[in-house]
């Protein structure tokens, strides 16, 4: 018989096997499965499914069943969760780390949004953790780190905060893919992760990442995918991580590096696809060793600072599709300077080739209609580039955005353009293009965007350019076109960002149809001839926000219909032959900001609320018969039918050495003279917006002989002034270079840059632009461009400082004249202004005049702004009386001394 002992002993081993058998039983297999089931259907209650997915998970069907929903075969519980594309949006449940036996979730392109929860770091055999594209937010959890089988790792495309977890870079030893790319991650990126050694993709672009990229990144030998772009990263790049030779994507785009590109790159990478280094600050040549990359796909060097000739032999890069070298200062302006194009023909891929804003020069080479007829974009703008563009383009049948504006081009557009039915977008502004606007440009349908301003092109505008129903942008502004506007062009619906027909030659009256153009913003017509009254069709283009119709012939009154452009914010109708009262309406017109009626025939009251409340947002100069308005635009009382009172008080105050009646008879009859001889060439003293032309150093260079000393008519303490020709019909200019080794002399272009920008009046020198650049040696340059006034200056005429002109020989109406030109300039710049404008030199030598002896004041290098508090008091940082500027023994009338 068994003892108490041995039976014990027995009952205990009875147990165990009953243990044993229950735990290799269906019974705790169907236990430990309730477990994932109800793990499950807590996920489930905090989803939104708009499509149903998960209908399926319920008690119906066994859990393994379900969508999306992936068991073991031999323990069935759940190892995956693929609910991927399925628009499911909610929170992740913090149950999902009840499925133990996970390893894989997927739950990309969804709706997903919340925390990451921590509770996801218990999933140990985790292996691949997807969350692209949702909308989670919060912090990568440090938990995760506990998750050391994961070997894909991605949340690209959330709303993750905070810095990338440290732990990671020792915990996921197994990891081969870390993307979160596109999220809001800030911080250093971890040194750590050089401990990777299995990592081949890494992609953390487009977050706030900082500080300088760690260098032991170059011990991840099997990396082929890495893009760190658009982050703050600065210094200069690790040139170990371009000894990788198994990186086929290198993307360091839109951040700080510096240095420049390895000269060995292309022997080091020669898996490399795609390199794109854009919107740094690198510097050098262009390493001619990428010619041995014959796998590159997309070379992107963007927005550096790269310079020298290209050398890279793209002959032997058969499979480039993509090349994009755009600002930078590649080239030098010589002839040879675009021979890498013609070797691009033998890119048989190419797609893009975007070379603009560089320094590019010679001849566009006609091997540029050779390229691959896979071509969709051809960007050259912003260069030196000469030549004509050849016919052979037409063989580019899928390109869709041609960009050769601000070269120096010349020749006739070719009517062959008109067979590049694909073509989007064309803009060959700011060229010499001759001849006449083909009519075949009628047939490219799909074009959307129409550029030839500031070339010499002649005729009229062709009607045909009315099939392109897709245009939603026209500018011939600054050519020679001539005729009528053609209402096919005002039958465009689509135009909606602008149409600029301005300074052209063009007659006649604006058709009715202009009332089509519902969606426009701005409508340009200044600089023409067109003449009849204003279309009360404009009402009908309740869009538009800017008007320019000044320096026309219009007639008649402004329409009352034009109270429905509700949202316009300036109009500009200067220098018309426009009558009757100024529109009430133009007080309720909310967004109206800017407002020009000058040098027209409006009479009786000013208004005085919304755009009319503030003397800064209004010119009414030349109407002589308004009365009312502000106290500061110093009209008459409506019922009074005196004398201006700002006349008599400027002739007190600025003549007084003129007592006698005859010469103030004699001053009346003048002013009144001039007045109706400028009203038709005044130019506008408030412009829609400012539209000056854009010139090069190249171009000034050019129109001043290269600056030749015989070309200078004038020199100062900070600058010479240059006689040149600009441009293809070689209009005259003066050219004021600064001398910026002067101290002073930046500051000194930049004062005279702010009060001319403000500022406008007919006695005052026309600015026509200005350059700031750098110039051939690339050494920074600065200068302005005026209109050029051929009798010289007050005092060549005074003291016989010119042998050309006829000095001494002004009388006594001429000499009256000139009086009254500085002092009208004087009255304006300190009583028309806001704030108000002291010249500080004024000066015979700063009083230039044109062909009808009229007086132009110029240089505002030391003009000073004054502030509201007192009119002694100059707004801008100055010194005591000792630091009196001006030139040295005179001090001009406009100077106020502050002490």
Same mark, same amino acid.
């Given at each position: 018989?068994?003892?108490?002992?041995?039976?014990?002993?027995?009952?205990?081993?009875?147990?165990?096997?009953?243990?044993?058998?229950?735990?290799?039983?269906?019974?705790?297999?169907?236990?430990?499965?309730?477990?994932?089931?109800?793990?499950?259907?807590?996920?489930?209650?905090?989803?939104?499914?708009?499509?149903?997915?998960?209908?399926? =998970?319920?008690?119906?069907?066994?859990?393994?069943?379900?969508?999306?929903?992936?068991?073991?075969?031999?323990?069935?519980?759940?190892?995956?969760?693929?609910?991927?594309?399925?628009?499911?949006?909610?929170?992740?449940?913090?149950?999902?780390?009840?499925?133990?036996?996970?390893?894989?979730?997927?739950?990309?392109?969804?709706?997903?949004?919340?925390?990451?929860?921590?509770?996801?770091?218990?999933?140990?055999?985790?292996?691949?953790?997807?969350? /692209?594209?949702?909308?989670?937010?919060?912090? !990568?959890?440090?938990?995760?780190?506990?998750?050391?089988?994961?070997?894909?790792?991605?949340?690209?495309?959330?709303?993750?905060?905070?810095?990338?977890?440290?732990?990671?870079?020792?915990?996921?030893?197994?990891?081969?893919?870390?993307?979160?790319?596109?999220?809001?991650?800030?911080?250093?990126?971890?040194?750590?992760?050089?401990?990777?050694?299995?990592?081949?993709?890494?992609?953390?672009?487009?977050?706030?990442?900082?500080?300088?990229?760690?260098?032991?990144?170059?011990?991840?030998?099997?990396?082929?995918?890495?893009?760190?772009?658009?982050?703050?990263?600065?210094?200069?790049?690790?040139?170990?991580?371009?000894?990788?030779?198994?990186?086929?994507?290198?993307?360091?785009?839109?951040?700080?590096?510096?240095?420049?590109?390895?000269?060995?790159?292309?022997?080091?990478?020669?898996?490399?696809?795609?390199?794109?280094?854009?919107?740094?600050?690198? &510097?050098?040549?262009?390493?001619?060793?990428?010619?041995?990359?014959?796998?590159? #796909?997309?070379?992107?060097?963007?927005?550096?600072?790269?310079?020298?000739?290209?050398?890279?032999?793209?002959?032997?890069?058969?499979?480039?599709? =993509?090349?994009?070298?755009?600002?930078?200062?590649?080239?030098?302006?010589?002839?040879?300077?675009?021979?890498?194009?013609?070797?691009? &023909?033998?890119?048989?891929?190419?797609?893009?080739?975007?070379?603009?804003?560089?320094?590019?020069?010679?001849?566009?080479?006609?091997?540029?209609?050779?390229?691959?007829?896979?071509?969709?974009?051809?960007?050259?703008?912003?260069?030196?580039?000469?030549?004509?563009?050849?016919?052979?383009?037409?063989?580019?049948?899928?390109?869709?955005?041609?960009?050769?504006?601000?070269?120096?081009?010349?020749?006739?557009?070719?009517?062959?353009?008109?067979?590049?039915?694909?073509?989007?977008?064309?803009?060959?502004?700011?060229?010499?293009?001759?001849?006449?606007?083909?009519?075949?440009?009628?047939?490219?349908?799909?074009?959307?965007?129409?550029?030839?301003?500031?070339?010499?092109?002649?005729?009229?505008?062709?009607?045909?350019?009315?099939?392109?129903?897709?245009?939603?942008?026209?500018?011939?502004?600054?050519?020679?076109?001539?005729?009528?506007?053609?209402?096919?062009?005002?039958?465009?619906?689509?135009?909606? &960002?602008?149409?600029?027909?301005?300074?052209?030659?063009?007659?006649?009256? !604006?058709?009715?149809?202009?009332?089509?153009? %519902?969606?426009?913003?701005?409508?340009?017509?200044?600089?023409?001839?067109?003449?009849?009254?204003?279309?009360?069709?404009?009402?009908?283009? /309740?869009?538009?926000?800017?008007?320019?119709?000044?320096?026309?012939?219009?007639?008649?009154?402004?329409?009352?219909?034009?109270?429905?452009?509700?949202?316009?914010?300036?109009?500009?109708?200067?220098?018309?032959?426009?009558?009757?009262?100024?529109?009430?309406?133009?007080?309720?017109?909310?967004?109206?900001?800017?407002?020009?009626?000058?040098?027209?025939?409006?009479?009786?009251?000013?208004?005085?609320?919304?755009?009319?409340?503030?003397?800064?947002?209004?010119?009414?100069?030349?109407?002589?018969?308004?009365?009312?308005?502000?106290?500061?635009?110093?009209?008459?009382?409506?019922?009074?039918?005196?004398?201006?009172?700002?006349?008599?008080?400027?002739?007190?105050?600025?003549?007084?050495?003129?007592?006698?009646?005859?010469?103030?008879?004699?001053?009346?009859?003048?002013?009144?003279?001039?007045?109706?001889?400028?009203?038709? #060439?005044?130019?506008?003293?408030?412009?829609?917006?400012?539209?000056?032309?854009?010139?090069?150093?190249?171009?000034?260079?050019?129109?001043?002989?290269?600056?030749?000393?015989?070309?200078?008519?004038?020199?100062?303490?900070?600058?010479?002034?240059? %006689?040149?020709?600009?441009?293809?019909?070689?209009?005259?200019?003066?050219?004021?270079?600064?001398?910026?080794?002067?101290?002073?002399?930046?500051?000194?272009?930049?004062?005279?840059?702010?009060?001319?920008?403000?500022?406008?009046?007919?006695?005052?020198?026309?600015?026509? /632009?200005?350059?700031?650049?750098?110039?051939?040696?690339?050494?920074?340059?600065?200068?302005?461009?005026?209109?050029?006034?051929?009798?010289?200056?007050?005092?060549?005429?005074?003291?016989?400082?010119?042998?050309?002109?006829?000095?001494?020989?002004?009388?006594?109406?001429?000499?009256?004249?000139?009086?009254?030109?500085?002092?009208?300039?004087?009255?304006?710049?300190?009583?028309?202004?806001?704030?108000?404008?002291?010249?500080?030199?004024?000066?015979?030598?700063?009083?230039?005049?044109?062909?009808?002896?009229?007086?132009?004041?110029?240089?505002?290098?030391?003009?000073?702004?004054?502030?509201?508090?007192?009119?002694?008091?100059?707004?801008?940082?100055?010194?005591?009386?000792?630091?009196?500027?001006? /030139?040295?023994?005179?001090?001009?009338?406009?100077?106020?001394?502050?002490?």
């Amino acid at each position: 018989m068994l003892n108490s002992n041995s039976m014990s002993c027995l009952a205990t081993l009875v147990w165990c096997f009953s243990l044993f058998s229950l735990l290799n039983s269906d019974s705790c297999f169907a236990l430990s499965n309730e477990t994932d089931r109800l793990a499950l259907l807590a996920i489930k209650s905090q989803l939104q499914d708009p499509l149903g997915v998960t209908s399926s =998970w319920n008690n119906s069907i066994n859990l393994c069943q379900w969508t999306g929903v992936t068991c073991g075969h031999r323990h069935q519980r759940v190892t995956e969760l693929d609910l991927r594309n399925q628009s499911i949006g909610g929170f992740l449940s913090p149950y999902v780390g009840n499925l133990s036996f996970l390893r894989v979730i997927n739950l990309a392109n969804n709706d997903f949004y919340g925390e990451i929860p921590n509770e996801a770091g218990r999933l140990f055999r985790l292996e691949t953790l997807l969350l /692209t594209n949702n909308s989670f937010s919060g912090k !990568i959890p440090t938990n995760l780190s506990r998750c050391s089988n994961l070997i894909d790792f991605r949340v690209r495309g959330n709303h993750l905060v905070g810095e990338v977890p440290v732990d990671i870079g020792y915990s996921w030893l197994k990891l081969e893919v870390l993307s979160f790319a596109d999220n809001q991650l800030t911080g250093q990126f971890p040194p750590s992760i050089g401990n990777l050694s299995a990592l081949q993709v890494i992609n953390i672009g487009v977050n706030g990442l900082s500080g300088r990229f760690p260098d032991c990144l170059g011990q991840l030998r099997d990396l082929y995918y890495f893009s760190i772009e658009e982050n703050n990263f600065f210094g200069t790049f690790p040139v170990s991580i371009f000894n990788i030779s198994s990186l086929q994507t290198i993307s360091l785009a839109f951040n700080r590096f510096e240095g420049s590109l390895p000269v060995d790159i292309g022997f080091n990478l020669p898996n490399l696809a795609y390199l794109d280094v854009g919107q740094n600050n690198l &510097t050098g040549t262009l390493p001619h060793s990428l010619s041995n990359v014959s796998n590159l #796909k997309g070379l992107e060097l963007f927005d550096n600072s790269f310079s020298g000739n290209v050398r890279i032999d793209f002959g032997s890069l058969l499979n480039l599709n =993509w090349l994009n070298l755009k600002d930078n200062n590649l080239g030098g302006g010589t002839i040879s300077d675009l021979d890498f194009v013609t070797l691009l &023909t033998n890119c048989s891929k190419l797609e893009a080739l975007e070379i603009g804003s560089n320094r590019f020069g010679g001849v566009l080479p006609h091997s540029i209609a050779n390229l691959s007829t896979t071509v969709t974009s051809i960007d050259m703008q912003h260069n030196q580039i000469s030549g004509s563009i050849p016919f052979e383009m037409k063989n580019l049948v899928k390109l869709n955005a041609l960009y050769l504006h601000y070269n120096q081009l010349n020749g006739i557009i070719p009517h062959t353009i008109g067979e590049l039915r694909n073509l989007q977008s064309m803009s060959l502004s700011a060229n010499n293009m001759t001849g006449t606007i083909p009519d075949s440009l009628g047939n490219l349908t799909l074009l959307t965007g129409l550029w030839l301003r500031i070339n010499n092109l002649q005729g009229g505008i062709p009607s045909s350019l009315g099939n392109c129903q897709n245009l939603m942008e026209l500018s011939i502004s600054q050519n020679r076109i001539t005729g009528a506007l053609p209402k096919q062009i005002l039958g465009i619906k689509t135009l909606s &960002t602008l149409l600029d027909l301005s300074d052209n030659l063009l007659s006649g009256p !604006i058709p009715v149809e202009v009332g089509n153009l %519902k969606n426009l913003g701005a409508l340009y017509v200044s600089r023409n001839q067109f003449s009849g009254e204003i279309p009360t069709t404009l009402s009908s283009c /309740t869009s538009l926000e800017y008007l320019d119709m000044h320096e026309n012939s219009f007639s008649g009154s402004i329409p009352f219909a034009l109270n429905s452009l509700k949202s316009i914010k300036a109009i500009d109708l200067s220098c018309n032959n426009l009558s009757g009262q100024i529109p009430k309406y133009f007080e309720n017109l909310l967004f109206l900001e800017l407002l020009n009626l000058s040098y027209n025939h409006f009479e009786g009251e000013v208004p005085t609320k919304g755009v009319f409340s503030s003397k800064i947002n209004i010119s009414l100069l030349g109407n002589e018969k308004l009365c009312g308005g502000l106290n500061e635009l110093h009209l008459p009382p409506c019922h009074s039918t005196g004398p201006r009172k700002s006349t008599v008080t400027l002739l007190k105050v600025l003549l007084p050495v003129i007592g006698s009646v005859l010469i103030l008879l004699t001053c009346r009859i003048v002013v009144e003279n001039r007045r109706r001889k400028l009203a038709h #060439k005044s130019s506008s003293t408030l412009r829609v917006e400012q539209r000056f032309p854009m010139v090069s150093y190249a171009e000034l260079s050019k129109a001043t002989n290269e600056f030749s000393s015989s070309n200078i008519i004038g020199q100062g303490s900070f600058s010479s002034v240059y %006689k040149g020709n600009l441009g293809e019909n070689a209009m005259p200019v003066a050219v004021k270079v600064m001398n910026l080794k002067q101290k002073g002399a930046t500051k000194s272009f930049v004062a005279e840059c702010e009060a001319l920008r403000n500022i406008r009046h007919r006695n005052l020198i026309k600015i026509i /632009t200005v350059c700031s650049s750098i110039d051939f040696k690339g050494i920074e340059f600065k200068a302005l461009v005026y209109e050029y006034l051929p009798c010289g200056s007050l005092e060549d005429w005074l003291h016989q400082s010119n042998d050309q002109l006829e000095a001494g020989n002004l009388n006594l109406i001429q000499r009256l004249n000139v009086v009254i030109d500085v002092a009208s300039v004087i009255e304006y710049l300190h009583h028309h202004c806001q704030p108000p404008i002291v010249h500080g030199d004024i000066k015979p030598s700063n009083i230039l005049l044109d062909y009808d002896l009229i007086a132009h004041v110029g240089d505002f290098g030391l003009a000073r702004f004054l502030s509201d508090r007192s009119p002694c008091t100059i707004l801008e940082t100055s010194s005591s009386s000792i630091g009196i500027k001006g /030139t040295v023994g005179y001090i001009a009338p406009g100077i106020y001394i502050h002490i």
